[in-house]
Antibody, heavy 120, light 111 residues
Framework: EVQLLESGGGLVQSGGSLRLSCVASGFTVSAFAMSWVRQAPGKGLEWVSLVTGTTPLYTESVKGRFTISRDTSRRTLYLQMNSLRAEDTAMYYC???????????????WGRGTLVTVSS | QSVLTQPPSVSGAPGQRVTISCTGSSSNIGAGSDVHWYQQFPGTAPKPLIYGNTNRPSGVPDRFTGSKSGTSASLAITGLQAEDEADYYCQSYDSSLTAYVFGTGTKVTVL
């Protein structure tokens, strides 16, 4: 059974940093693309970042501030978030991606999320 | 600033059929990117409902059907049930942005 368990969220001041973690089980982490998706309170879903075997991708608003990575030996996906802003406040979901090629990828498994709150 | 547009809300009586549109452009849906749909209940993570435009993951009732044409896609719910009251999001890939994109989201209300 695939499971994704996020951690690392919390309250941080504007300009601060946080590192989110997502421990995966039930599949081989290195064999699939994985993404972070966020949802601000009362708002819609926003894709944030993706890691595959090649260059990671980021949504425009986090480029240069967020870094995605994964440690396949620990079955863990990370999101290092620096220079945090109030607008980064959201629930952050870890997701596994499925499909081929890239323009057909979908998010077949989601974690429960970890809440990041940035105070201004 | 979502690049996929959905109606904010749709509603219907139990048993009725409702549809949710997802309008994109030539750089995402119109470029051949697949459209996927997710269902989200308050306080919970989204759950995949339709993938690859028309396919249902295991366990999703066949009351939910997806379609795609040109630069748009649609999700239809037939035989609407009270348990279908939730938020629904479409998702695709935008080749100009080199990014995955979600729709603006639609709240389905069962009257």
């Amino acid at each position: 059974e695939v499971q994704l368990l996020e951690s690392g969220g919390g309250l941080v001041q504007s300009g601060g940093s946080l590192r989110l973690s997502c421990v995966a089980s039930g599949f081989t982490v290195s064999a699939f693309a994985m993404s972070w998706v966020r949802q601000a309170p009362g708002k819609g879903l926003e894709w944030v970042s993706l890691v595959t075997g090649t260059t990671p991708l980021y949504t425009e608003s986090v480029k240069g501030r967020f870094t995605i990575s994964r440690d396949t030996s620990r079955r863990t996906l990370y999101l290092q978030m620096n220079s945090l802003r109030a607008e980064d406040t959201a629930m952050y979901y870890c997701t596994k991606m499925e499909g081929h090629p890239m323009n057909k990828w979908w998010l077949d498994y989601w974690g429960r999320g970890t809440l990041v709150t940035v105070s201004s | 600033q979502s690049v996929l547009t959905q109606p904010p809300s749709v509603s219907g009586a139990p048993g009725q059929r409702v549809t949710i549109s997802c309008t994109g452009s030539s750089s995402n849906i119109g470029a051949g990117s697949d459209v996927h749909w997710y269902q989200q209940f308050p306080g919970t993570a989204p759950k995949p409902l339709i993938y690859g435009n028309t396919n249902r993951p295991s366990g999703v009732p066949d009351r939910f059907t997806g379609s795609k044409s040109g630069t748009s896609a649609s999700l239809a719910i037939t035989g609407l049930q009270a348990e279908d009251e939730a938020d629904y999001y479409c998702q695709s890939y935008d080749s100009s942005l080199t990014a995955y994109v979600f729709g603006t989201g639609t709240k389905v209300t069962v009257l």
